[in-house]
């Protein structure tokens, strides 16, 4: 078992997510400080994919002091989200978001609703996360 997470950050558009590379191998108390982290911060943590999101917009060096402050070992690196290739989505409440930042769920009400000029990005977003 390990006491040191390796954590992936990805800044999103008003959020971010980590994924954990080693879940599977941390100790129980290593898990509960990450566990403690994020629902401290009123964040997600999901098990099934070993990630977790945080309604924040904040940088990876923020995310980095952060860390230190509350004691979690970790090492940590950041993932570069390249959002240049996806439309943003132009209407409702995710209004100005990249598609590829949505959460699955809204991805694949999308594919079932949407009938805009993006319906094609979208098929190949679901196809992409394999939903």
């Given at each position: 078992?390990?006491d040191?997470a ?5 800044k999103?558009?008003?959020?971010f ?7 599977e191998?941390?100790t129980?108390q290593?898990?509960?400080k ?6 401290s911060?009123?964040?997600i943590?999901d098990?099934e ?8 917009n ?9 860390l230190?402050?509350?004691?979690i ?8 989200n ?5 439309p943003r ?12 930042d949505l ?9 079932s ?8 990005f979208i ?9």
């Amino acid at each position: 078992m390990n006491d040191v997470a390796e954590l992936v950050f990805t800044k999103l558009y008003k959020s971010f997510q980590v994924d954990i590379i080693n879940l599977e191998s941390l100790t129980v108390q290593a898990i509960q400080k990450l566990e403690q982290f994020v629902k401290s911060r009123n964040g997600i943590f999901d098990f099934e994919l070993y990630r977790f999101v945080i309604q924040k917009n904040i940088e990876f060096y923020e995310f980095e002091t952060l860390l230190k402050y509350t004691n979690i070992k970790c090492s940590c690196t950041e993932k570069i989200n390249h959002q240049t290739q996806s439309p943003r989505i132009e209407f409702g409440q995710y209004r100005g978001m990249f598609f590829v930042d949505l959460d699955d769920a809204y991805i694949v009400w999308l594919k079932s609703n949407y009938r805009g000029p993006h319906k094609k990005f979208i098929d190949d977003e679901v196809k992409k996360r394999k939903l």
